[in-house]
């Protein structure tokens, strides 16, 4: 757990300005439903999320992009796979680890799909009848 931590402060640190839309996803700090969220104020924002995840969390990476696929508010761009080294912190050896990045793009849809999912937030709000 300690080398995806490190990974992931390596990553937020970095000066790389096309990097500003990367969600670095981990399968045990957040709920699914967070991650997906996120990824579509990042596609408000920037027109494209990179979602990344290594090992374990790969998985709900791909769980995330497929929702944000299946609900037509993303397309695939890219998806890169990779092999990063990391130390073992517990023998202290090096280990390798799996990685994934998946590029997601706006589609066309994106604007007006958001705008209803508002509106809906927005009708509830104003004290419409709430069905638990």
Do not use: C, W
């Amino acid at each position: 757990m300690e080398e995806i931590t490190e990974a992931v402060h390596n990553i937020s640190i970095s000066n790389d300005p096309h990097k500003k839309n990367r969600i670095q996803v981990s399968n045990t700090k957040k709920p699914l439903f967070f991650y997906v969220n996120l990824a579509k104020r990042y596609m408000q924002q920037h027109n494209e999320v990179e979602l990344s995840a290594l090992g374990m969390a790969i998985a709900t990476v791909v769980t995330i992009a497929e929702i944000l696929k299946n609900n037509g508010f993303a397309v695939e761009k890219k998806i890169m796979t990779s092999t990063v080294d990391m130390k073992d912190e517990s023998r202290g050896r090096p280990i390798q680890k799996a990685k994934i990045e998946i590029l997601l793009g706006k589609t066309d849809k994106f604007d007006e799909l958001m705008a209803a999912a508002a509106e809906e937030r927005g009708e509830v709000a104003d004290g419409e009848e709430q069905h638990s």
